[in-house]
């Protein structure tokens, strides 16, 4: 059974389409990266899988059913920009927060103490939240999306303002949590997040889904069929290539339809090439966001 | 645990943890001792005598001044001519003098000649000239006592007596107006501070989006109705503690002014309708904040929309001295019934007046609906637009969002 399954949704402001026709589903143990320009529908999409708004027709499922208040306890929600009440210390916060999650004082207390730990937040339990830097705010937001265990986790923007060992902490709990199956749902700017972490990606450009599905059968959608080569000296002339770039001494090969890496490599061999490099190339998650959303932009 | 509950208790915690509410649930008790202190020094002057006009000189065109020149502890001194009195005025021999005109006895007008700068004559340099007139005009006409009589101030003893006839047990003073108003202006500020209060709260969890975060825990109507209970029973802590020191307060009060005030009565049904609106107006004023950061991007522009209503709070004591002067006009019950005035107006009113049961009720029950159907319409806009961020609905959009929800 799906965690979280969305069919067919449209949601408009002022006659304009905010989510357009938008289905996708997510399962257990999954990470599905939610990517997509500003404005695209991102924000708008989270907010109606929370009931935060209702969309103007289409089907959002939690846990098998509608959205209702008994599933908030089995979500935990990171949202964009974050704030907390900057006269509690990091503990009271966590733990009054925990409790509208149904947790009790004492098992909210112990795992906020748990988690503190390993985010290297312990020695600041009792810092009040308006004597923290960002970054530490930050990770207290985290801990506050996944101290109850909860089985949906949906998280907007969670590396933004963290330092890179911060960064490599999150990332880490972030896997785990998958990996203990737990359904999440990361929607983010930055690709190479999404590439490390993500099974399944969904983009969104103008509200409408533009790529959806594994990450890596995704990428290889985008495939330009092209190889990275650098060799001693001048690559010569080659059968099979329709446009050749060259950037530092390396050139980026596009092969025709019916020509493949080998037939490349094979052609250096037979004229004695020394080979620096030769590699297969895949589009990045960002240039292929980058070609999408600049396509649909212009 | 019940999620309102838990709302509740952080709020109310919160709450009371706040400077604004410390310093006013402190600044009753300190303020009414200061309060205390001064009516003591004042008492302390008046009975040391210092409180008189001094010298004043007259100049009789008329004729009329025959008797003796003292009147209570002031010299009244005679000069020949305005002439002189001013050069002695302007040479500080005198701090003013007076006129009888010739043909004072036609026209009444005395004229008074003064270095001071003031609004208007003080009454007692009034009923000073008064009484140096009166005796020297009847002097030959009436006895000495029945002129002193003439001259005293006209001590009026009004007895209440209830629909049966008996002697009531509550008798008519002005003092009865000060504690029923001294607690209206405690009520009026202390919503207006707790409305702040509420309004720069929502304000922030707005900003902050912290408000998602809660609502991914907790619905609107707990979130909500968890904060309005949390301000009521801030409200309602705050005066039990007043009510507390109060004893103290009075008795201490009665010792400073020497008796003066000893004979405050405050009416019975007064301190349980007290209570009763303290809490309706906090919930109603709750409520309010509510719908206003619903629609506010802020806690500061919050704060300047409540002024509305906050500022409606108090015209009830504004218009004070109208309803001591007229308290059967129908504007009272006007505003004896309008919810955002009701708990300020009915306690000023207590104070003047009897407020017939039916006015009292009618009041609680507008002011109950309002509360109910305020919280519910609140809910809907604030659902509506608690996403918002920089933009204020305009009020086509506030009904549409009732309208959809």
């Not at chain 1, 089907?59 to 920009?81: A, T």
């Not at chain 1, 098992?107 to 830097?133: F, I, P, V, W």
């Not at chain 2, 629909?163 to 202390?190: C, R, Y």
């Not at chain 2, 809490?279 to 509305?308: D, T």
């Amino acid at each position: 059974m799906a965690v979280i399954e969305v069919n067919h949704l449209y949601k408009s402001y002022s006659g304009k389409d905010a989510v357009k026709d938008l289905s996708f589903s997510l399962k257990k143990g999954e990470i599905l990266g939610l990517i997509g320009p500003n404005g695209a529908g991102k924000s708008s999409t989270i907010k109606i899988i929370l009931d935060f708004m209702k969309p103007d027709s289409g089907e959002v499922r939690i846990f098998g059913q509608p959205m209702n208040e008994g599933f908030k306890n089995r979500i935990g929600y990171l949202p964009e920009e974050r704030g907390l009440y900057k006269k509690l210390t990091a503990i009271d916060l966590i733990v009054y927060l925990a409790s509208l999650k149904g947790m009790n004082k004492s098992l909210a207390d112990k795992r906020a103490h748990t988690l503190l730990e390993q985010t290297g937040m312990l020695e600041n339990k009792k810092m009040k939240n308006k004597e923290m830097s960002k970054g530490m705010g930050q990770i207290i937001q985290f801990i506050v999306t996944i101290i109850h265990d909860p089985e949906l986790i949906i998280m907007d923007e969670p590396f933004s303002g963290l330092d890179p060992l911060n960064t490599e902490i999150i990332k880490n709990i972030i896997a785990k949590q998958r990996d203990e199956g737990k359904a999440i749902i990361l929607s983010t700017h930055q690709m190479d997040k999404v590439e490390e972490l993500c099974d399944r990606v969904l983009m969104i450009n103008n509200g409408e889904s533009v790529l959806y599905g594994d990450l890596k059968e995704s990428k290889e959608k985008f495939d330009k069929n092209s190889v990275m080569v650098e060799v001693d000296g001048e690559i010569g002339k080659l059968s099979g290539i329709v446009e050749q770039r060259i950037n530092n001494g390396c050139y980026e090969l596009i092969l025709g339809s019916d020509a493949t890496p080998q037939d490349i490599l094979d052609q250096l061999r037979k004229k004695g090439k020394i080979i620096r490099r030769f590699e297969i190339t895949t589009p990045s998650l960002n240039e292929i966001f980058l070609g999408i959303a600049g396509g649909h932009n212009e | 645990m019940n999620k309102t509950y838990l709302i509740f208790k952080h709020e109310f915690l919160q709450t009371i943890k706040k400077g604004g509410w410390i310093i006013m649930t402190l600044a009753v008790p300190v303020l009414a001792l200061l309060g205390i202190g001064l009516i003591s020094l004042m008492n302390n002057i008046s009975d040391s005598g210092t409180d008189s006009v001094g010298s004043i000189a007259y100049v009789d065109e008329a004729g009329i001044i025959t008797t003796s020149n003292t009147e209570e502890e002031t010299m009244l001194i005679p000069y020949n001519s305005v002439d002189d009195a001013k050069e002695a005025m302007l040479n500080s021999e005198i701090s003013e003098y007076i006129l009888i005109p010739e043909d004072y006895t036609s026209t009444g007008i005395i004229h008074r000649y003064t270095l001071e700068k003031e609004l208007g004559t003080s009454p007692l340099t009034i009923a000073l000239i008064k009484s140096f007139l009166t005796r020297n005009l009847l002097k030959d006409q009436v006895s000495p006592h029945l002129i002193s009589l003439i001259n005293s101030p006209l001590k009026l003893q009004v007895t209440r007596v209830t629909q049966e006839g008996d002697i009531s047990k509550e008798q008519n003073s002005m003092a009865n107006l000060l504690v029923p108003g001294i607690f209206s202006l405690l009520l009026g500020l202390s919503l207006m501070i707790g409305s702040m209060s509420l309004i720069t709260g929502l304000g922030e969890e707005k900003e902050s989006r912290l408000i998602e975060v809660l609502f991914s825990s907790v619905s609107i109507r707990q979130l909500l109705v968890g904060k309005v209970l949390a301000l009521g029973t801030a409200g309602l802590l705050q005066v039990l503690l007043w009510l507390i020191t109060a004893p103290f307060l009075v008795d201490l009060a009665v010792s400073a002014s020497g008796g003066a005030i000893g004979s405050i009565q405050i009416p019975g049904s007064f301190l349980v309708l007290g209570i009763v609106y303290f809490i309706l107006g906090y919930l109603l004023f709750a409520v309010l904040s509510i719908g206003v950061g619903a629609i506010s991007n802020n806690g500061q522009e919050g704060s300047q929309l409540s002024m509305i209503y906050t500022m409606a709070n108090f015209i009830p004591l504004w218009f004070a001295a109208l309803l001591i002067a007229f308290p059967k006009s129908p504007i009272w019950i006007i505003l004896t019934l309008f919810p955002i005035t009701a708990p300020v107006q009915t306690m000023v009113r207590l104070g003047v007046s009897d407020i017939p049961s039916w006015q009292i009720l009618a009041s609680i029950i507008i002011l109950l609906i309002s509360i109910l159907g305020g919280l519910s319409i609140a809910i809907k806009i604030f659902r509506m637009n608690m996403l918002m961020h920089g933009k204020r609905p305009g009020l086509t959009e506030i009904i549409h969002s009732l309208k959809k929800a």
